[in-house]
């Protein structure tokens, strides 16, 4: 009986969580309310609050879902350990794509975020903990190569990535992902090199 209820409390658990990811990513931290959240999700209130206290706590689980969400699409990217790390770090740029979908891309979920986020808040300590963390991966991959400079390699790879997503808010440009792309493979062969 214990496991139908945890099925049952997961379900109502996630379609809170989904419903207000659906609605922070098109309007915003700030423009959605917790009633709107309620009612669109179809919970009471007292549903809501039960798992979860605060609005705060909910945005704090859509972004940890945004970073799982970007984590794998880079690594799926960049591909398999056993690829050459040069391709990897260029392979990951193919995150970018919008999946021919540009009309539903509406930014980075914590470009956004970090915008909307008072300095120094919860969240904007876990905007740069997502932002902080995909560093360290590249960094990692950066290493993997035969830069002369890893680290300052990861530092620029992450810095072209911010803009490219940054670019794409108000662009929703197709070429974006490319030319980011291109210059990933340009700025790592001259790494390598």
Same mark, same amino acid.
């Given at each position: 009986?214990?496991?139908?209820?945890?099925? !049952?409390?997961?379900?109502? %658990?996630?379609?809170?969580?989904?419903?207000?990811?659906?609605?922070?990513?098109?309007? *915003?931290?700030? *423009?959605?309310?917790?009633?709107?959240?309620?009612?669109?999700?179809?919970?009471?209130?007292?549903?809501?609050?039960?798992?979860?206290?605060?609005?705060?706590?909910?945005?704090?689980?859509?972004?940890?879902?945004?970073?799982?969400?970007?984590?794998?699409?880079?690594?799926?990217?960049?591909?398999?350990?056993?690829?050459?790390?040069?391709?990897?770090?260029? *392979?990951?740029?193919?995150?970018?794509?919008?999946?021919?979908?540009?009309?539903?891309? %509406? *930014?980075?979920?914590?470009?956004?975020?970090?915008?909307?986020?008072?300095?120094?808040?919860? &969240?904007?300590?876990?905007?740069?903990?997502? !932002?902080?963390? &995909?560093?360290?991966?590249?960094? !990692?991959?950066? !290493?993997?190569?035969?830069?002369?400079?890893?680290?300052?390699?990861?530092?620029?790879?992450?810095?072209?990535?911010?803009?490219?997503?940054?670019?794409?808010?108000?662009?929703?440009?197709?070429?974006?992902?490319?030319?980011?792309?291109?210059?990933? %493979?340009?700025?790592?062969?001259?790494? &390598?090199?």
């Amino acid at each position: 009986m214990s496991n139908v209820s945890d099925a !049952r409390n997961s379900g109502i %658990r996630d379609r809170i969580l989904q419903t207000a990811s659906d609605l922070f990513y098109v309007d *915003g931290l700030r *423009g959605v309310g917790v009633n709107r959240i309620i009612e669109e999700a179809e919970v009471a209130k007292s549903t809501f609050y039960k798992y979860f206290p605060t609005k705060e706590l909910l945005v704090l689980a859509y972004l940890d879902e945004m970073d799982r969400l970007w984590t794998m699409a880079l690594r799926q990217a960049a591909g398999p350990d056993p690829m050459p790390s040069a391709e990897r770090l260029v *392979g990951m740029f193919d995150a970018l794509l919008w999946d021919g979908h540009p009309e539903d891309y %509406r *930014g980075a979920a914590f470009l956004k975020a970090s915008a909307e986020a008072g300095t120094g808040s919860v &969240v904007q300590l876990r905007v740069s903990e997502h !932002r902080a963390g &995909v560093l360290e991966w590249i960094r !990692r991959v950066s !290493r993997q190569t035969c830069a002369a400079d890893p680290d300052a390699l990861a530092r620029m790879l992450t810095l072209l990535l911010e803009g490219a997503l940054a670019l794409g808010i108000d662009t929703l440009d197709p070429d974006t992902p490319r030319l980011a792309q291109a210059a990933a %493979r340009q700025i790592v062969h001259e790494a &390598v090199s």
